[in-house]
């Protein structure tokens, strides 16, 4: 886990970060992070009268040196005491999406963490805005989650995307001493199979055929070509399993697995390379962010998006 130099932590001021404190502490010991940056935002109270804000002062968010204490405190709370990475504090005031993406390009992070609730949450919220923007993957903890992992899960519909989330989730496994990864392809059987005349199971059965022959391709890399042979991708001794399930919707397929193998870390490419692709890795990423019950790690290369984030910087 390599990759992790630089961890991100969007904080609440209240015990709800928990969960997120929890798992940036063990990620940043399964990747021997070197700094991990503890970020809140506190929202403009130019809005909101002076008279309000003393008859509600709960309305008031800590911020400067009162903000900073009370973010050490529950660092120090939830941290592994052992740690050997590097920890800062920021706190901000205006926009959360802005001041976090403003620090995660200013500090070359990672790895964005942030909790996320329980419950079902509406399109737009701010982790889906964050995964969309941030020139990073994304790591969003449930509120009350354990810090640990066990279970992965990697859906694939085999694009490139799909491929980082499986080198992701690889890395993860290896580190955290993990044998096994389920890997899950959604296929579905087109309106017009009836024109080949073809029933619907001897078609599902072609898209299942075809479903394998693709995740065999998909196990291979050409970073490691050697003339014209592709060697197999190295994943480190560990066994991937693979799960084909005739669903039209990816989003349930996922939820159905989740739920059956006792799933606690899902991966998921951000972003498909292709309209094909943006089916499963657009708006079924979005639909697992908002309704997911366990930790989601939406992987992005680094630096994806760092021209938009630039210019809206300049607005």
């Known amino acids: 886990m390599y990759r992790y130099k630089h961890l991100l932590v969007a904080l609440s001021l209240n015990d709800q970060g928990e969960s997120s404190i929890r798992y940036a502490g063990l990620i940043s010991q399964l990747a021997k992070s070197e700094k991990v940056t503890f970020v809140h935002v506190v929202s403009s109270l130019g809005d909101i009268p002076k008279e309000l804000q003393s008859e509600f002062p709960d309305i008031v968010q800590p911020s400067g040196e009162r903000g900073k204490k009370r973010m050490e405190e529950l660092v120090t709370k939830y941290f592994p ?18 001041e976090v993406l403003r620090i995660a390009k200013e500090n070359d992070t990672d790895l964005v963490i942030m909790s996320k609730r329980v419950e079902p949450t509406d399109a737009g919220s701010l982790p889906e805005k964050m995964i969309r923007r941030v020139p990073c993957s994304v790591l969003l903890v449930p509120e009350g989650y354990k810090a640990s992992f066990s279970n ?35 296929y ?14 001897q078609f599902a059965e072609i898209m299942k055929g075809h479903a394998e022959k693709n995740y065999k391709n998909f196990l291979q890399t050409e970073v490691c070509q050697i003339g014209s042979v592709c060697q197999i991708k190295d994943l480190k001794g560990i066994t991937v399993t693979p799960i084909f399930m005739l669903e039209k919707k990816p989003a349930k397929a996922i939820e159905e697995v ?21 089916v499963l890795l657009g708006s079924v990423t979005e639909h697992q962010i908002r309704t997911t019950t366990v930790p989601i790690l939406a992987v992005k290369k680094k630096g994806t998006g760092m021209n938009l984030l630039d210019a809206i910087f300049k607005l």
Do not use: Q, W
């Open 152 to 186: 992965i899960l990697v859906p694939t519909d085999f694009s490139e995307n799909s491929t980082d989330a499986m080198d992701v989730a690889v890395a993860y496994a290896s580190a955290k001493g993990i044998d096994e990864i389920h890997c899950l392809h959604a």
């Open 188 to 201: 579905n059987v087109p309106i017009g199979y009836y024109k080949t005349g073809k029933s619907f199971e």
């Open 81 to 98: 005491s052992d740690h050997k990475t590097t920890i800062d504090y920021k706190i901000l005031e205006g926009s959360p999406l802005i």
């Open 258 to 278: 989740i739920k059956d193998h006792d799933i606690d870390l899902l991966i998921i490419g951000a972003r498909g390379r292709h309209a094909g692709a943006g």
